[in-house]
């Protein structure tokens, strides 16, 4: 199936960041400091309109699918904005979001800092910092009670297009999303068009960009060297669903441009268990999207529309951009 549609948000403000790497140093901790000084949001590619190889094609499926796939409710999203395709294994599968929606409230902080024309605070950039950075579960609960809890979160997912997430509260973590959903709000965070504009783009893209080597595990396997990686990873335990392995974020070309990824999986046992599956999507998909893409290969959208139909649980869609998200505006007041 062949979807061509367009994405309504356009870029915001490019004012200048109020608080400068130098003069940050002495308000915040140590971690936010790094943060801000990382490397801005990557550059964005030329799409070519030519899609690449589906990673989850049916010997990958039937492999997946023999290792639990259905049992662990795994599922995954790829967007590709260099040729605008879409790649997804089992799409639709609802998924508790674990810690990967701390991301969103950070797009919150940042909204919020946004509209009222100012940097984040001190207390706001080393919360978000060490909520992005270690995952800190402390953090992540002051900055969703001081954007307004459950439903002003809601509010700000529909700003954002998340249109098929549910914010739950006080349990932030028991909120629910698809892969699809979570790809496509990475890949309009890092790229735009997006409700944030461009400099608080850059500043989400250094958070994302910090993250403990003990959670640099997930959607960065398998990719090469000098490829650059923004994410966040969710784990946790719970009584409803076991444990949630989950892995969201965008793997930057260094030629321009790349591709956003949601992995999402519950019913582990612990985190080490869920871990080996979530990485062997990763790489199956980086394996793919990193390759060079070969100069004569000439699959055009109109191509791919007339290949066999994708395998049962996998779509490979070429787009032109990612899915149009609802119709907010990006006036949109954070509470």
């Known amino acids: 199936m062949v979807r061509r549609r367009t994405r309504r948000f356009s870029r915001g403000g490019s004012r200048r960041s109020i608080v400068s790497c130098a003069s940050s140093a002495g308000v915040v901790a140590a971690v936010a400091i790094v943060a801000g000084c990382l490397p801005g949001a990557p550059p964005a590619g030329s799409p070519s309109g ?10 990958v499926i039937a492999a997946l699918n023999a290792f639990g796939a259905e049992r662990h409710h795994l599922t995954a999203a790829v967007f590709d904005d260099r040729s605008g395709c879409w790649y997804q294994f089992r799409p639709g599968q609802r998924v508790s979001t674990a810690s990967v929606v701390k991301i969103e409230i950070m797009a919150g902080v940042l909204l919020r800092a ?58 932030w973590g028991l909120s629910t999303t698809t892969a699809q959903d979570q790809a496509q709000f990475v890949a309009e965070m890092v790229q735009g068009p997006s409700p944030l504009g461009v400099l608080y783009r850059d500043q989400a893209w250094r958070f994302l960009s910090d993250i403990n080597p003990t959670q640099q595990w997930g959607v960065r396997s398998g990719v090469p060297n000098g490829w650059r990686v923004g994410h966040k990873n969710g784990f946790a335990g719970s009584k409803c669903c076991g444990w949630r392995v989950n892995s969201v974020g965008y793997v930057a070309d260094p030629s321009g441009g790349g591709y956003s990824i949601a992995i999402l999986s519950d ?4 985190l080490a268990a869920g ?13 793919t999207l990193t390759a060079k893409q070969p100069e004569a290969s000439t699959t055009t959208s109109a191509q791919a529309s007339t290949t066999s139909s994708p395998a049962p649980g996998s779509t490979a869609t070429p787009t032109g951009s990612a899915p149009t998200p609802p119709t907010a505006s990006t006036t949109t007041t954070v509470p």
């Not at 019913?267 to 612990?270: K, Y």
């Open 50 to 59: 030519a899609c690449r190889p589906d990673p989850f094609g049916p010997a």
């Open 114 to 171: 946004q509209q009222s024309q100012r940097d984040l605070t001190p207390i706001e950039r080393q919360r978000v910092a060490v909520m992005i950075r270690n995952s800190d579960d402390r953090a992540a609960s002051a900055l969703w009670s001081g954007l307004g809890g459950g439903p002003a979160m809601a509010r700000i997912g529909s700003a954002f297009g998340l249109e098929s997430t549910e914010e739950v509260s006080p349990i």
């Open 267 to 270: 019913r582990w046992p612990n």
């Open 275 to 287: 871990i080996p599956m979530v990485e062997a999507v990763a790489r199956l998909v980086a394996a």
